[in-house]
């Protein structure tokens, strides 16, 4: 009886827990929200931006001021000297520096960062392709866990409701014990198969979960794959040529770079007391 409890239980509990549905696109779009890596990416193209601003900032005037003041105070007649230390001192240096650079070596410079915000970005759209192949692989091997808990629990139910009626029939004599015997272990090794496959599917959308940066326990059922047949584009237009180009392109502005920073350099300073 107590064996019998825990199916009904399990079953029930199964029942409601799975009456709520999510797509496939919900877990794809959950994903790319949660996923550490593409908002790492995300960061560094930021960070880029910031650098170019900098970059900028860095070769206009550059003014500092410096000070600095001593008191010397005699009190009571103890202290410094007078006449060989001023009792008052105020020192302030005003100094302005302006480097003369090209405007194609700023430009260089500056399109060495945009390059490399190009790159982080095309890195996050192929990581963005490697998760989703990921996360509609198990989404797919999760569903078909599904598929099969139904299935198992199609087949206890209908016999479930055949036990009744098998009890009877042996009652009157119209099967064997025996017969009804051998049905009740089939009985339950189908209820044992529905356990082992509920179990499965926990395991599968658990994985899911976990890859989709979902932090949740309740199983949730899935609804069928929606998944469209989509063609390649073309070679020029791919996300892995376009990476050979812009490391094509990133090598040439790492040449440039190199014959600028052998070319002379023009400070102009100015100082003012």
């Known amino acids: 009886m107590k064996f019998f409890f825990g199916i009904i239980l399990s079953l029930f509990t199964c029942s409601v827990s799975l009456a709520q549905t999510y797509s496939l696109d919900h877990y794809l779009e959950t994903a790319k929200s949660n996923s550490p890596l593409l908002k790492d990416l995300r960061n560094q193209i930021a960070s880029n ?15 500092n001021a410096n000070s600095a003041g001593l008191y010397a105070p005699i009190i009571g007649g103890y202290g410094y000297s007078e006449p060989l230390l001023n009792e ?14 090209s405007k194609k070596n700023i430009n260089t410079q500056i399109e060495a960062i945009t390059l490399q915000s190009l ?5 996050s759209k192929i990581s963005e392709q490697d998760l989703k192949k990921a996360i509609t692989a ?3 091997t999760a569903y078909g866990s599904l598929q099969q808990l139904k299935f198992n629990r199609e087949v206890v139910e209908l016999l479930s409701k055949e036990e009744d009626l098998f009890k009877k029939l ?6 064997h014990q025996s017969d009804y015997l051998t049905f009740l272990v089939t009985l339950k090794q189908q209820q044992l198969q529905l356990l082992q ?9 658990s994985t899911l979960n976990y890859l989709s940066g979902i932090a949740d326990t309740s199983m949730i059922e899935l609804q069928e794959p929606a998944i469209q047949i989509t063609y390649p584009p073309e070679i020029n ?4 040529f376009r990476q050979y180009k812009l490391d094509s392109l990133k090598l040439v502005n790492s040449r440039q770079l190199v014959d600028f920073s052998y070319k002379p350099k023009v400070n102009v300073f100015a100082d003012g007391d």
Not at 119 to 123: D, H, K, M, Q, Y
Not at 198 to 204: A, G, V
């Open 49 to 63: 931006q910031v650098d170019s601003l900098r970059l900028l900032a860095g070769y206009k005037t550059q003014v």
């Open 88 to 101: 008052h001192t105020l020192n302030a240096l005003l100094a302005a520096n302006q480097a003369i650079v």
């Open 119 to 123: 790159s982080i970005g095309n890195t």
């Open 138 to 140: 198990q989404y797919i």
């Open 170 to 175: 042996t009652r009157a004599n119209v099967y």
């Open 197 to 205: 496959s509920r179990q499965q599917y926990k395991n599968d959308y």
């Open 237 to 240: 237009n791919s996300i892995f």
